[in-house]
């Protein structure tokens, strides 16, 4: 098996990882160079920053998941139409340099005459399944825009986008309710979050419950040092609201290992809903099945 | 009866009115000194320019409702708790200066354990109806945060309020969705409105519905220059989604006479429910009839 370069470049982000043969992570960076900060034309002095000492490497091979595969980005790999599975990714990679980069599509699919697509997170998915040996579930990819990706012998068959983080964020900090809270968000306040989720999820509609935040701390009944995270469990939960997930429900599994995941964990567990976490390799698992269908061609 | 000085005093605008004694509006200003623009103690010189010259009227009676009133305001009229009728504003002036300036109490509920807060609707709905000859109803006060008010053989009985419009500029201006769009947000394209009104209305939460706002625009099914007017129709949408009216259901009064109004009627409509337009004056009609209340004392 050659070296895998495992390139995950988002909007805002671009992590690269060096994998051995046996797809063991060696090496991680990451830098502030996601593809909003790339002019057009600068892809390649980007790459080469990022990751150049390690395509040095004899028969190094690259696959960049992302947004970088986007029409604003390096190379597009056009999105695969779902119901989708691994094969289908695998096989539809776009070549930069043939044998050695290439970009890995995201997926598209339509619900109610509107489309939905995603980037990235599709090899996350795949990876995230595999690390938990898995061809089926609710896959949970918490994030500025969180997908709900719904997986079935192997192939995804549909996903929904909410744009909850980036709300929550513009309420945080373009909103009136920000006004009121401190400048940063803090530790998490596990009871003000939960009070959030639980009224988010009978409440009926954000445009509401957001109010409470403004209320609440102008009738004491909050501390301004609990409204980030009264704030987050609303958007989590009237993101949860949506799924109609309740104590019958089957595991979902939730790719990631940082702050968020945990948030929406907690906010599962409200609902009685037990989570399977996949880590942080998600993405690493995914390029690394995909690199290995290469071996051979 | 005396002149009155009719002041409708926001967080972000100051309208002022001059009423003959039979309550005709005689000449009209408006000015960008809402009460965010108002440093502390600056209160007096700003109405002093907006209405000074009026206030020479002999018997000048100056009512403000609105921001003004609040903590953050002028001075402080404490909000007047529902079940609350037009006696209970009426006679809970806070005076500025003894029979000369007074402010106009807000109105709080409660539901769920949540507050919510108006200050300046409580007026313009007790205006509205009384322009339209109606002691109940549910009165609807579009803007930044909208308002929606049950009112009963006279009394609010309880109201909510959603941070429709403001949501809406926060995602026009500041989010991913506003990249897409064009500076302004131009006419309304009134099929795009009601194809977003129609999406939010089934699709169950803003946090999905908004992002059809990317994807439709990706796969070019909707034109860049439809989008603001699709998005305005998500919004709306979403916060008629939560009232579940219907065909059956009774006339909606609608405060106001702008262009926001009439969305919203677009959007009633829709659902098959007829409305009723108070037009612009609400406000100053209220004001008047708290003066009238004071005639004699």
């Known amino acids: 098996m050659r070296p895998l370069i495992a390139v995950d470049w988002g909007t805002s982000s671009l992590r690269v990882a060096r994998l051995d043969m046996q797809g063991r992570v060696q090496e991680e960076r990451s830098l502030p160079r996601g593809i909003l900060t790339v002019a057009p034309g600068g892809f390649p002095a ?3 920053d990022a990751c150049g000492d390690w395509m040095r490497l004899p028969g190094a091979l690259a696959l960049i998941c992302g947004m970088a595969g986007s029409r604003q980005g390096w190379m597009e790999a056009p999105y695969r139409e779902c ?3 691994f094969a289908d990714i695998a096989s539809h990679l776009a070549w930069v340099e043939p044998g050695r980069i290439a970009m890995v599509p995201g997926l598209s699919c339509e619900a109610d005459g509107v489309p939905d697509v995603m980037r990235g997170e599709e090899t996350q998915v795949f990876g995230a399944l595999d690390l938990l040996g898995l061809d089926s579930g609710l896959v949970l990819h918490p994030g500025t825009h969180s997908k709900w ?4 012998s192997g192939r995804v068959e549909g996903f929904s986008t909410f744009m909850t983080g980036e709300i929550y964020g513009l309420l945080r900090q373009h909103s009136i309710l920000g006004r009121t809270m401190p400048h940063d968000d803090g530790e998490l306040d596990a009871e003000a ?3 959030g ?3 988010a999820l009978h409440c009926g509609t954000l445009l509401h419950a957001a109010f409470s935040a403004r209320t609440l701390a102008l009738f004491d009944r909050l501390p301004a040092t609990a409204l980030p995270s009264y704030l987050s469990g609303l958007v989590i939960g009237e993101e949860l609201r949506l799924h109609q997930l309740g104590s019958g429900s089957d595991p979902v599994v939730v790719v990631g290992a940082d702050m968020l995941t945990r948030r929406y964990e907690l906010g599962l567990r409200i609902l009685g809903v037990a989570t399977r976490n996949a880590g942080s390799q998600a993405a690493w698992r995914g390029l690394r099945a995909i690199a290995n269908t290469l071996e051979g061609t």
């Open 149 to 152: 990706v719904r997986v079935a």
């Open 83 to 85: 119901p989708a599975g």
């Open 46 to 48: 980007v790459f080469q």
């Open 193 to 195: 979050f939960e009070r």
């Open 197 to 199: 989720v639980h009224y």
